[in-house]
């Protein structure tokens, strides 16, 4: 996802889990779809970047990602700029883990 309109519409609906190191707003939906945020103050644009293509490598290596049916945006918070990449890595996989079925959210 890339345009604003987007992002709100998902924003907006209030869904929402929240972990240590990020935050993600989801709506059902019958692909995935994934916007990425990282706010101005945390970091430069090059970081940002940076970041966002490390968060865009890790979902891309999710063997079962295909079978989250969301429309999400996933807010990364300034603690997680701070990890290292293994550490990201488990926060995402365990974040998008209580979607896995439907899009229905998985208590752990």
Not at 4 to 16: D, H, P, S, T
Not at 26 to 43: H, M, N, R, W, Y
Not at 64 to 85: G, Q
Request: overall charge positive; glycine content about 2%.
């Amino acid at each position: 996802m890339k345009k604003n309109w987007e992002f709100q519409k998902i924003l907006n609906q209030k869904k929402q889990i929240v972990e240590t190191n990020l935050i993600i707003y989801f709506l059902p939906s019958e692909t995935l779809k994934v916007g990425i945020a990282i706010p101005k103050q945390f970091a430069k644009a090059v970081e940002r970047n940076h970041y966002k293509n490390q968060i865009k490598a890790i979902l891309r290596s999710i063997p079962w990602i295909e079978e989250v049916n969301l429309r999400c945006v996933l807010i990364a918070r300034k603690s997680f700029m701070h990890l290292d990449f293994a550490k990201k890595q488990e926060s995402i996989v365990r974040l998008f883990e209580r979607f896995r079925k439907n899009g229905k959210v998985k208590e752990i």
